[in-house]
Every structure is written in C-alpha cells, then in structure tokens.
C-alpha cells in the first residue's frame, strides 16, 4: 500500500511540475508571452527531492504545500473560463491526489505503525 502511495504521490507531482509553467507560459498564460506565475512550481521543487526519496518529514511538509495548489485551482475554477477553467480543474485534482498519497503515506509511515521482528508472534 505505501509502495502505491509513493508512486501516486510522484506521479502526481511530476504532474504538477509540468502543468505549472506549461499553463502559465504557453497554454493559457494571464499575459501574452507569460508571467511571474509561471513560477509557481518552485516550491515543489524543494520538496521533489524528499518526495522521491521517500522520506516522511518531507511528506507530512508536502501535504501542507499541496493545499496551495488546491487553493489555487479551486478559486480559478468557479472564477476563470475557457481553456484556463479546464487547466484549473486539472491542477485541483492532481492537488488532490498529491494531497491525499501524501497524507497517507506519512501516516502509514509512521514509526509507531512499522512493523518489527521483535513484535511479531513466536
């Protein structure tokens, strides 16, 4: 099950790694040729590393950081239209998903939920 999360959480991060300055810069950009927002994946950048690594603390940070983008796709979704509308749904629900696999990864990785030697039956 962790093994799935990991994976849905990188995947989803990868995802949201190329969304972010794909949408910004050249699919639906506010201004013509683009702007500052492209750089809104900056922060995933940070926690990419840890992500692929696997390690906790990075997953308990980057479920607070997955709430941005669920944030941000939410508001753009009930306020812009069009082709920016749709690209705002799809970074919701890869938010959502990243969010999620994340969140239960780092409770499932927890060192009270590890499984031992010592604590398995003769």
Do not use: H, N
């Not at 991060?13 to 040729?33: N, R, S």
């Not at 990419?48 to 990075?58: E, L, W």
């Not at 890869?94 to 398995?120: C, E, H, I, N, W």
């Amino acid at each position: 099950m962790r093994g799935r999360l990991r994976w849905m959480a990188c995947a989803s991060l990868l995802a949201l790694l190329f969304l972010c300055p794909v949408w910004e810069l050249w699919l639906a950009p506010l201004q013509p040729g683009g702007t500052w927002l492209a750089a809104k994946g900056v922060p995933l950048l940070f926690i990419a590393v840890g992500i692929f690594r696997g390690r906790r603390y990075t997953y308990q940070v980057a479920s607070l950081v997955a709430l941005l983008y669920l944030l941000e796709g939410s508001v753009r979704v009930a306020s812009d239209r069009g082709l920016t509308q749709q690209l705002a749904g799809l970074e919701t629900l890869l938010a959502l998903v990243f969010f999620f696999s994340v969140a239960f990864y780092a409770r499932l990785s927890a060192p009270g939920r590890q499984k031992t030697d010592s604590s398995a039956a003769p």
